[in-house]
């Protein structure tokens, strides 16, 4: 059985840095995209940071130049360092896993969420 064990989050000011990390806990047999997902009420849960089976790193527009994801694929690790927080940053940050058969996504694995607060 496969979870992902995140840590990170909390309340910064604006202007302030956080930093979350996600673990894989468990085997993997397949290529897998892995990053980070955000979720406010009411809204959709959105993209915010993902490493693709192709080494490419898509980020949403309002976190380029801010966020920064690494990966280390032998420790099943990502880390999302946030830079320069904004109070839209405000969310729930989901670990999030895809498992790929070929070019598709055939699995989805998620963490329980982390609450990040940008706040003065």
């Known amino acids: 059985q496969v979870h992902l064990v995140e840590s990170g989050g909390g309340l910064e000011r604006p202007g302030g840095s956080l930093t979350l990390s996600c673990a894989v806990s468990?085997?993997?047999?397949?290529?897998?995209?892995m990053g980070w997902y955000r979720q406010v009420p009411g809204k959709q849960r959105e993209l915010v940071a993902v490493?693709?089976?192709?080494?490419?790193?898509n980020y949403t527009e309002s976190v380029k130049g801010r966020f920064t994801l690494s990966r280390d694929r032998l420790k099943k690790t990502v880390t999302m360092q946030m830079d320069r927080l904004k109070p839209e940053d405000t969310a729930i940050y989901y670990c999030?896993?895809?498992?790929?058969?070929?070019?598709?996504?055939?699995?989805?694995?998620w963490g329980q969420g982390t609450q990040v607060t940008v706040s003065a």
């Open positions: 490493n693709t089976i192709g080494g490419i790193t």
């Open positions: 468990g085997m993997l047999f397949l290529p897998t995209d």
């Open positions: 999030y896993l895809g498992e790929h058969e070929g070019f598709v996504v055939t699995k989805e694995l």
